[in-house]
């Protein structure tokens, strides 16, 4: 069982930038593919960004690219997620989630372990 705490969200305005971070336990951190995803207010939860086991492979949703970065440090068991230029359009409860398989945590349904999410707000 792996537990997952995201931090580092809040409020910001458009063109700032925001680190986010999720700390695990409970599991072997290195065997996991880790991704982030994000849920605005009325909308369906959507994936953001992935990252392999390795920290050699990653993608993005396309509305992301070259803003946000993800990153992975195995010895400290951490995920983040460097957002830059942050567009009102960013707002919502961003998740951590461990992959449940070999394969990119791209999906609601790849996912095996969620963290509680943190709010993050842009301001126009």
């Known amino acids: 069982q792996v537990q997952l705490v995201e931090s580092g969200g809040g409020l910001v305005q458009a063109g700032g930038s925001l680190r986010l971070s999720c700390a695990a336990s409970?599991?072997?951190?290195?065997?996991?593919?880790m991704g982030w995803f994000r849920q605005a207010p009325g909308k369906e939860r959507e994936f953001v960004a992935t990252?392999?086991?390795?920290?050699?492979?990653?993608r993005y949703v396309d509305s992301v690219k070259g803003r946000f970065t993800i990153s992975r440090d195995n010895a400290k068991n951490t995920v983040d997620l460097q957002m830059n230029s942050l567009k009102p359009e960013d707002t919502g409860v961003y998740y951590c989630?461990?992959?449940?398989?070999?394969?990119?945590?791209?999906?609601?349904?790849?996912?095996?372990?969620w963290g509680q999410g943190t709010q993050v707000t842009v301001s126009s």
């Open positions: 990252i392999s086991w390795s920290g050699t492979n990653t």
């Open positions: 409970g599991g072997t951190f290195s065997y996991y593919n």
């Open positions: 989630a461990a992959g449940r398989s070999s394969s990119l945590v791209t999906s609601i349904s790849s996912a095996a372990y």
